[in-house]
């Protein structure tokens, strides 16, 4: 493997002592990545805990496979967006897992296309058998659709309008080509914004908050009886989602009347508030800053 891929898993300490994986539990990581969370899980699972594992991306995968060789027999993994998570079927799960977003490799690897620091064609698939890329999505979006998009999930308020009037329809090939266009409209501005108009379009390009969505519906279902679901977000908007499901799957059903627990909740919550890196992770390893990890367990 690549040694410049090899990575510090986000949270692992946290996520280890929340998902507290036992032996012989069966897992679900969704978000395979370079495996680095499901190393952990391997071992804690051994002798016979079993790993099923997705990733939208097939070269991360690949690259997973290589890392867990040693776990073959007890690993079965997929090439997967996990919006699809319904079209598979699991034994009962002790474990769901996922680390949402980007991996390494996305931002380092050159021809990717995810960042403003190299120039590359501009894709930002996860998945690239499938699905359009950014320049191709700048290509076919109207200005109103544009600006939902950096708007809804780059925050850019002020900005959204008028950087979408200036790329509707347009023909951006490069990352560069996309970073100079941002230069020329916002000026100074600009440095602080990029990584907002890069992040809006990749969140489009993947339909990442659908996916998140179908995860979120159809993931708890999954569970055994005491197995835990656990999701780290990147994204105030992901983050949001994840907290209303996780808030409503643990809130009990009163009487009216009394006041009184009428039906218990099924699932309880592992994390009152989120849990963030500490300063020391955020020293060690940047790209885990505004990481926000949640914990359920199905009771019933
Ligand atoms: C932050 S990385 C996971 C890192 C992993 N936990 C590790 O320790 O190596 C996120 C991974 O999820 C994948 N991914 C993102 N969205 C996905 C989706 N909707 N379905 C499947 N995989 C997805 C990305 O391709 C990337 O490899």
Redesign the pocket.
């Known amino acids: 493997m690549n040694q410049s891929f090899t990575?510090a898993?986000?949270l692992?300490k946290e996520v280890m002592q929340l998902l507290a994986p036992m032996s012989d539990e069966t897992l679900l990581?969704?978000?395979?990545?370079?495996?680095?969370?499901?190393?952990r899980f391997l071992e804690m699972t051994a002798p016979n805990g079993k790993l099923f594992a997705?990733?939208?991306?097939s070269k991360?995968?690949e690259q997973?496979h290589e890392v867990l060789l040693d776990f073959d027999n007890r690993m079965e993994l997929r090439h997967?967006?996990?919006?699809?998570i319904t079209d598979l079927e699991f034994p009962p799960l002790d474990i769901l897992?996922?680390?949402?977003?980007?991996?390494?490799?996305?931002l380092d690897d050159p021809e990717r296309g995810f960042s403003f620091r190299t120039d590359a064609p501009l894709d930002m698939r996860?998945?690239r058998t499938s699905g359009i890329t950014a320049s191709q999505l700048i290509k076919t979006s109207d200005e109103d659709a544009l600006t939902k998009i950096f708007r809804g999930f780059g925050e850019l308020y002020p900005q959204a309008k008028r950087l979408a009037k200036t790329l509707a329809g347009s023909d951006v090939l490069t990352t560069f080509h996309l970073k100079a266009i941002v230069e020329q409209t916002f000026g100074f501005k600009a440095k602080s914004l990029m990584p907002q108009v890069f992040q809006a379009l990749r969140i489009a390009v993947?339909?990442?908050l659908r996916?998140?969505q179908e995860?979120l519906r159809v993931g708890p279902t999954l569970l055994a009886i005491g197995g835990r679901m656990g999701v780290?977000s990147?994204h105030s908007l992901e983050d949001r989602m994840v907290k209303h499901t996780f808030r409503s799957l643990t809130t009990p059903v009163k009487d009216d009347i009394t006041g009184k627990v009428a039906i218990a909740a099924p699932f309880e919550l592992l994390t009152h508030k989120s849990v963030m890196p500490s300063d020391e992770e955020i020293e060690r390893n940047p790209r885990a800053r505004s990481a926000k990890f949640r914990v359920i367990r199905k009771v019933s």
């Open positions: 990575h898993p986000v692992e990581d969704v978000t395979l990545g370079l495996g680095g969370h499901a190393k997705l990733d939208a991306d991360n995968l997973a997967l967006n996990f919006g699809q897992f996922a680390d949402l977003g980007l991996s390494s490799p996305h996860f998945d993947n339909d990442e996916s998140l995860l780290i990147f």
